[in-house]
């Protein structure tokens, strides 16, 4: 099983990066898929899932500035982020769970990714 996220890399405040996971070797099309991120020296942090049909559920805090998607075909999923601040400077993660999941402990997942760095800088 492979989860391989990519798009990230250096923009600067205020920009927008659109982040790619490319999944292989289970039945993504029944999985919810998660983005999850770990700023440096700070935890994980939840930020959105998605559920098999489509529909997005956001962290409080990313409402407005990130939308997640899938496209089922492709199995990919993507998180578009806008307006980027400095504290979004972070790894970010996919994962895939068969449940709806809000954990921030990987071991809570079923599948993980290898993380693409964010760094939102002037």
């Known amino acids: 099983v492979q989860l391989v996220e990519s798009g990230g890399g250096l923009v600067q405040p205020g920009g927008s990066l659109k982040l790619s996971c490319a999944a292989s070797?289970?039945?993504?099309?029944?999985?919810?898929m998660y983005w999850v991120r770990q700023a440096p020296g700070k935890g994980l942090e939840w930020i959105s899932a998605?559920?098999?049909?489509?529909?997005?559920y956001y962290a409080d805090s990313m409402k407005g500035r990130f939308t997640a998607s899938r496209d089922n075909a492709k199995n990919t999923v993507y998180l578009q982020m806008n307006s980027l601040k400095p504290e979004d400077t972070a790894i970010y993660y996919c994962?895939?769970?068969?449940?709806?999941?809000?954990?921030?402990?990987?071991?809570?997942?079923?599948?993980w990714g290898q993380g693409t760095p964010v760094t939102v800088s002037s």
């Open positions: 998605i559920d098999p049909s489509g529909n997005p």
């Open positions: 994962a895939a769970d068969q449940t709806y999941q809000r954990s921030v402990r990987i071991r809570e997942y079923d599948y």
């Open positions: 070797e289970f039945m993504f099309s029944s999985y919810w």
